[in-house]
């Protein structure tokens, strides 16, 4: 997790996990709605019909996990939790 980020941020951080384990990750969570497949702004892959997709719902159930002590250990969900609420857009 990320509090400030560009494009770049987020790609970097995919390319070390990759995107493939990333979507291990959220399946293995029993997440449904969420889809990654590319990094952002990935010309070549969009092209191809590959695209990163979400659902109200899997969003949700991706938050929900952030309070989940199963899924993660408690600092480490205090530190998601930091991260994710210290989060900022602008520019």
Known sequence: MITRS???A???VL???TPAAVQKTIEDAGVEGVKVVRGVE???AFEQGLNNLTTAHGLVRLFRLL???QF???AARRQALEIFLD???TP
């Open 6 to 8: 560009s494009n770049l």
């Open 87 to 89: 989060q900022d857009s």
């Open 72 to 74: 993660l250990p408690d």
């Open 67 to 69: 309070r989940d002590p």
């Open 42 to 44: 990935d010309t070549p």
């Open 15 to 17: 390319d070390y996990l």
């Open 10 to 12: 987020t790609n970097l």
